[in-house]
Structures are given as C-alpha cells and as structure tokens.
C-alpha cells in the first residue's frame, strides 16, 4: 500500500486514504501537472498472481475496463477517468474527486424519509442506470457508500464501479475465484444470482431497491425479516409511503430476478404512473370513512339516526388539527366518478351515508353549544366560504408560507414525530375538550392508527397578517388497509412569535 506523500508515476501525490481492501486501496491526491494541483482519486489495484501470465491477463482486463470507464465518464453523474497506468505490476485508475457526502450519510438508524425524498432519489439514480445498462455495464455494486449527494447540485453520482474489482481475483484458482466473485458486491444490497457469480441489470435494480427500502423504513436490509417459504423480504408495514410506491419497490426486489423490473426504464415508467394516477385505483372521493371521525366514535353498536335540520351544511373541527374531520354531510352525498361506480364502492357509500348521518347529530349540537355561548349580535358565518379578514395589524406576516407550514404538518405525522404537530396546533384547539378529551394522549390514539398521509395539494386561499386558509387534497392510508381521499379547508391563525398555528378544520 501506498503512504501518504508518495508520489505516483511522478504525476500524483497521495495526500490521503480513502479506503483499503483485500484487492487494493483509494487515495485522495493531488495531480502535480495541473495548475493550481487539483485533488482527485487513485484507484489502486493489485492482481492476486503477479506471473507473466496472470499479468498479462491482468493487464488485458485493465485496459478493457479503463475504455469502459472512458465511456461512461461521457455521463454528468459519473466520475471522468482522467488516466490510468501501470506501476510496479499494480495497476492505477485516476478520477474526478467528487465534492459532497455519500447517501449513507443521511440514513441514520431509525430515521426514515418522506415518499417525495425517495421517489426524486430513485428516479435520479435510475436515469443513471439506464445509461449504464445502455453500455452494456453493470454497476454491481450499489449501496448507500456508493451513491454521492454532490454538493453543486444535489444530484447524484454514482461511484466505485464493481467490474474493476474483479482484476484481483486474476490468477486464483477455481475455488478462490468463485469467492472472490461472491464478493463483488454487498450483503444485504446484491440479490442471489449476483452472489453466484451471474449479474445482470436487474440486479443494480434490487440494489437499488434496497436502498430504498432502507430510506422508507430506517432498518438496514440485514434487519429485515425474511418470509421463509418465498424469500421475500417482509417490511412493507415499516414503510413510510402510499401502497402505490410500495409496490413498485417490492417489485424492484423480488427474490427471483424473473419477477422483478427488467430495466431502469421500465421502474422509471411505474413511478411516473404513480404520478398521474395510472398505477392503481384512486380512492373515492368525496366521503368520509373511518379516517373522517375520532377514534372513540369507531364501534360495532348499531347507528341511530337522528333528526337532520333541512338545507343547512355542517361544519366539521377536526379531532386532531391536520386530521381527518369528525363527520361532515352538506346535503345528499356526491357520487364519485361514474368509471368507478362499481359494486362494492356502491356498498361502501351505503355504510359512509348511515354512518355519517348518526355522526351529524352529535356535531350539530356542539354548533348549537358554541353558538350559544358567542355574542347573540354576531352575524351567522356562512360556511361556504370563509370569513372576512380583519384589518391588517402591526403583527408581521409569518415567514413561513401557510401551504408549506400544512406540508411541514403532515411530514411530522408521517415521520411520527407527534409532539411537532402537535405543538403545530392552536391552544385552544389543543385544549379542546371535545376533539381531545384526554389531550395529547387523545391526539396520540387517532394518528397512531394513520400509517400515512399522502398530500396531493396544498393551495393557501386566504392570507392576512394573522389568518391564513389552506385548501389541501388528502389521501389517508391507515394501518387497516382503508383508504380514504378528503379535501379539507384548515384555518390558521399567527401565535405571538410570528409562526402559524393550526386552529381548526372545514370539509369542502
């Protein structure tokens, strides 16, 4: 191995160690021909048998992997192969030194990311696949190590290509061979036939996959569960995503690569569907379902219908600001689309409409106790649309825009990371004894059983100095396999340290 210092080829100076292997080392250095003596990364490798033979071979390897790497350094996410020679029979590959942090600086243990995060990581590494692939290349090698955030840009590049690895196993015999072929790539990351020595594209896909699910769920891949009789790994119910991301990443890494995406092209093609809502069935809009009432209302007793007051639309407040309203029914429930008018659906709203009317009642009498407790001069508030904003006073508007605070909510929901959202909301509705009775323990109970919250769109309608409504479309996935789509109205008001608080629901 070479020490820092040590000059190489009278071109490079080691300045520091990157890694060191069994087949070799990485080194920073700095190239004494160019002004200014930029750093960049020498790649040293050492052939196994040093003979003339072994030599020889090894050196017809180098020389095809060095084009190769020529090749694909025409990629703006891929280092350039700025030279490559031979010294002292051990061989030496030079490229860009790329300024940034590997992705696995972002995973801590039992952190996991947002469906957003992962979806623009997968679809940016994925165009680099399908350059690769498109040169007849293989990356086998891909990890959290292996994927760099460059700082200039946030992107991607993709680094430590695993075919130059394989010049260390020249000159071992058959056994040595086979095990140092098994070992060009990572456990936990490289699927079964990349472990007997057969590697395909659909390999970097599983690679890639488990990158993924490491992001969604916090868990490295060795501490996963596996399902004994299929080999499948088993971490779908840890994920932090919709039913639709989750599907594209299980079939990234089937076990069998015959089940699994056969080209990056084909993965980039599935979330692209997820997008425009080609890649599964939307939910039905419109009604409120389980996600729509708090926790305590949920029963298997029989629902009793009260007497409705005509031609007057509820408003309802949320059981926890950001959630799901207790119930809301203006009039006759609107039908969904008529392409998704099918039986079982026609069912579904059946049970929504009996449900909702028995929540309505109990909602209609707490307007009725909140009305009569305010000034018997106040003028009725149309709930169809929103009240007037007062007068612009000293108070400076928030910084943060109300539709991003509403996002910020939901991230913190979707992350579990309850005591953010909610100190998210309002005093008095977190004081509220009708939405939470039991305080945060009552918040607690309801999102505890949302396993996501997908947010379609965010659209601040009304702002002010100290008022703010936001119209957002929702989807709730909970941990029963329900889901649910609601457009919401939340209402927002300026607390004393100019940050918005969340103060109360309206279902559109």
Not at 256 to 277: I, N, P, Q
Not at 387 to 403: C, E, K, L, Y
């Amino acid at each position: 191995m070479a020490e820092v210092e040590t000059i190489l080829a009278g071109h490079y100076k080691i300045i520091a160690i990157l890694r060191a292997g069994g087949f070799g080392q990485t080194y920073i250095a700095e190239d004494l021909h160019r002004p200014g003596h930029p750093q960049c990364v020498v790649k040293h490798l050492k052939p196994a048998n040093t003979s003339p033979d072994g030599l020889q071979v090894a050196r017809r390897l180098f020389d095809a992997e060095a084009q190769v790497l020529e090749k694909l350094g025409n990629h703006d996410q891929i280092p350039r192969l700025l030279a490559h020679f031979e010294q002292d029979k051990e061989f030496y590959l030079v490229q860009d030194l790329i300024q940034g942090h590997p992705l696995s600086q972002e995973l801590p243990l039992g952190q996991r990311w947002g469906e957003a995060q992962v979806k623009a990581m997968l679809e940016d590494v994925l165009r680099i696949l399908a350059f690769v692939h498109s040169q007849g290349v293989i990356h086998r090698d891909i990890k959290p190590d292996n994927l760099m955030r460059r700082e200039l840009d946030q992107k991607f590049v993709l680094i430590d290509f695993g075919a130059i690895k394989e010049l260390g196993k020249v000159g071992l015999n058959q056994t040595e061979a086979v095990s140092a072929t098994v070992a060009i790539g990572t456990p936990g990351y490289m699927p079964t036939e990349q472990g007997q020595g057969k590697p395909r594209p659909s390999s970097d896909i599983y690679a890639l996959g488990m990158v993924a699910v490491q992001c969604l769920t916090g868990r490295l891949p060795s501490q996963l569960q596996e399902d004994y009789e299929t080999g499948e790994l088993c971490w779908q119910d840890q994920a932090m995503a919709s039913p639709g991301l989750v599907q594209v990443v299980t079939q990234m890494i089937r076990y069998h690569f015959k089940d699994r995406y056969r080209t990056a092209e084909e993965v980039l093609a599935a979330l692209k569907a997820l997008d425009s809502g080609a890649a599964a069935m939307l939910a039905t809009e419109a009604f409120p379902s389980a996600a729509a009432v708090p926790p305590t209302a949920v029963s298997n007793s029989p629902l009793v219908n009260p007497p409705v007051p005509a031609a007057s639309a509820t408003i309802a407040y949320a059981p926890a600001s950001g959630g799901p309203p207790q119930s809301h029914y203006p009039g006759s429930p609107q039908s969904p689309p008529e392409k998704r008018q099918r039986p079982v659906l026609i069912g579904l709203l059946a049970f929504f409409l009996v449900f909702s009317l028995g929540s309505l009642g109990y909602i209609w009498g707490f307007r009725e106790r909140s009305n009569s407790s305010s000034d018997v001069t106040s003028a009725p508030q149309s709930p169809e649309s929103p009240a007037p904003m007062a007068s612009a006073p000293a108070t400076p508007i928030p910084r943060q825009a109300p539709d991003d605070f509403m996002r910020q909510y939901y991230e913190n929901i979707n992350q579990e990371v309850y005591r953010n959202s909610w100190a998210m909301l309002s005093d008095g509705l977190r004081d509220d004894p009708q939405a939470h009775p039991d305080g945060f323990a009552s918040y607690l109970d309801w999102w505890t059983k949302v396993r996501y919250v997908e947010v379609l769109s965010a659209v601040p309608i009304q702002v002010s100095h100290e008022r703010a409504i936001v119209e957002m479309d929702l989807r709730y996935f909970l941990h029963s396999g329900r889901e649910v789509r609601q457009n919401l109205r939340f209402h927002l008001i300026a607390d004393s340290g100019n940050s918005w608080n969340l103060d109360r629901t309206q279902v559109q």
